[in-house]
């Protein structure tokens, strides 16, 4: 098939794909200031930015609302109302000093292909949703997937009482919103409502690229834990405490830190570490470091590779803290399992990918993602789209015409030919 080629025969593909970067780049224009993108949940822009999702829907063919909790909502019927629907979506906030592409792309695309079946007058024998979710990336409130755990009924409403770094609370800031607190219970959905969640997101990593392929079937959204560590020895003049009687913690957190990047970069089955915050006490340049604390954010494609992991490498960083004399405090503060996608989707994204004329490539995906929320009421699956460097959560995060392009073509494909399993009633 070539580069133009629809799922429907047509040459609808170059136009898709104009359509979706110029909107990427008009919603990368909606930003806290100019200089760096930040379309924080909630904020003036993140409302902004939802009035225009929401036109684009309608333009699209869809009815579309806000929700309870400000996620942006479209649907097109099937061809009768009221029919089970298949869910694509991802999410319109973004980190600050972010790219445009990440969780835009998704619902963009969606939307995009939605159009082309309502220029084309097709109906389905299902309906179809595009969800903007309002909060993924937990920016805000230090509490991601906030928009698809209250679409999956897994709102934690304690979350409510969370303030920002400016002392707003998310339950004011959902009230200067034009929101009612009380009525997120709303916005939930049934697992009956769904035949299945599909979300087409950028890859943020450098394995397509390695690859030479603009589209990848995701296998797995991976799980994590994080934990804060704290190691306390004792602070002492730089100048005056021999080497051999220091109980330097800073010096004992860089032994921890290697040994966790040893540790995993022997690993080879997909595990990976990262310390992305350290603090040393008191500071100064001629003390001795007396308390060092740090995190430790631990992934694996499977839950219990991730926990034995995360077991060993526990157990090293209280070998070392004992071998230097340094007391240790570690706690879990963030546990999310593993969400495989399930076979009979994944195998329908594929399926789409081969027909469009691309090999199919399996990957798991490191980064969190909404359907780690959505699994709750439905099965789910992930095609990721090529991202230039793999880089993301930056400025400099890309994804080229032409990527953008067939990612919207299997998408389409994947939308037309789309078969429900059994539903579930659990």
Partial sequence: MNETQTASGGTAGSRLGDEIVSRINQLGMISETPQHLARIFLSPEHRTAADLILSWMRDA?????????????????????????????????????????????????????????NRRGVRLPFAVEIVGFADEEGVRFASTLLGSRAVAGTFDASVLDARDRDGVSMRGAMVQFGLDPGQIGAAARTRRELHAYVELHIEQGPVLEQQNIPVGVVTAIAGATRLAANLSGMAGHAGTVPMALRRDALAGAAECIVAVE???????????????VITALPGATNVIPGQVSFTLDIRAPADPHRKHAVAEIVQQIEAIAKRRELSLQIDVTHE???VPCAPWLKAQVAEAVAAEGY????????AGHDGMAMIDISDVAMLFVRCRGGISHNPAEHVELADADAGARVLLRLIENFQPSEPRTD
Avoid at 76 to 84: A, K, N, T, V
Avoid at 98 to 109: F, N, Q, S
Avoid at 359 to 366: A, D
Wanted: proline residues 5%; contains cysteine.
């Fill in 61 to 117: 063919g869809m009815e579309a609302h806000l929700d309870a909790i400000g996620n942006v909502c479209g649907r097109y019927e099937g061809d009768r109302p009221g029919l089970p629907c298949l869910m694509l979506g991802s999410h319109y906030d973004t980190v600050r000093d972010a790219g445009k592409w990440d969780g835009p792309l998704g619902v963009i695309t969606a939307i995009a292909c939605v159009a082309d079946l």
């Fill in 336 to 338: 999310n399992g593993t």
């Fill in 262 to 276: 040893q540790f995993c970069k022997a690993d080879g089955a997909g595990l990976v570490g990262t310390v992305g």
């Fill in 359 to 366: 090999g199919v490539f399996e990957l798991p995906s490191g």
